[in-house]
């Protein structure tokens, strides 16, 4: 049982250029998340998918476009990098609760990018 | 703007001591959670709690959720220094599957 994996743990792009984050849960959650991390921020969330099929943007969609593959994955692509999308990016996925609640969010190790 | 605010955003004490840092919200939720994140590393879920309940405790963590300040707490009682970490608090916003991370507590637990 992995949880959540990302891949890839680093990535240095040049402007302009296109990169898929890809994103894998092991735990059968229907609900996953996107989000980005900047120094001395919290999370703010890109996009997210509260089931197969469907996605959502978040706050900040700008620049980002995402696709649920299955259940299991969900992936994140920049067409085209800003250095403004210099980050940490993390996937999550969202445990249920109890009695039809919500529970937790589930993290990855998340993907360093450094956009030149 | 993001909904949840934490007090302190650094925090600095020392082993043995209690640490307590807390969260401010702006609108009604489902639930308050509590993260951990080392450095370099994602975030662990620590502890959630319910907009029905007002405490609720696991191990060596105390948290209150006060729905008519909104605001809630997270008491670390006896800190080591593993205990060293960004906190950061998570709203389940009622009507929405989105959660709102708060800017986060620096927490710094000196041996």
């Known amino acids: 049982n992995a949880g959540v994996t990302q891949t890839p743990k680093f990535q240095v792009l040049k402007t302009g250029q296109s990169m898929t984050l890809q994103c894998a849960q092991d735990m059968n959650h229907n609900s996953m998340y996107w989000y980005r991390q900047d120094p001395g921020m919290g999370l703010r969330l890109i996009y997210y998918?509260?089931?197969?099929?469907?996605?959502d943007k978040g706050e900040v969609p700008n620049g980002y476009n995402v696709s649920r593959l299955n259940k299991r994955e969900f992936s994140l692509r920049l067409e085209s990098a800003a250095p403004s999308q210099t980050s940490v990016y993390f996937c999550?996925?969202?445990?249920?609760?109890?009695?039809?609640?919500?529970?937790?969010?589930?993290f990855g190790p998340g993907t360093r990018l450094l956009v030149l | 703007s993001q909904q949840g605010e934490e007090d302190p955003q650094a925090l600095s004490i020392q082993e043995g001591e209690n640490a307590t840092m807390n969260c401010s919200y702006k609108?009604?939720?489902?639930?308050l959670q509590w993260y951990r994140q080392n450095s370099g590393r994602g975030l662990v879920h620590l502890i959630l709690?319910?907009?029905?309940?007002r405490e609720k405790h696991s191990g060596r963590l105390r948290v209150t959720l006060d729905t008519s300040k909104k605001s809630s707490s997270l008491l670390i009682t006896a800190s080591r220094a593993a205990d060293t970490a960004s906190y950061f608090c998570a709203t389940d916003a009622s009507g929405t599957y989105k959660y709102i991370f708060g800017t986060g507590t620096r927490l710094k637990v000196l041996a």
């Open positions: 609108t009604s939720i489902n639930n």
């Open positions: 709690i319910r907009s029905n309940e």
């Open positions: 999550a996925s969202r445990a249920p609760g109890l009695a039809g609640g919500r529970g937790p969010q589930y």
């Open positions: 998918s509260a089931s197969e099929g469907t996605t």
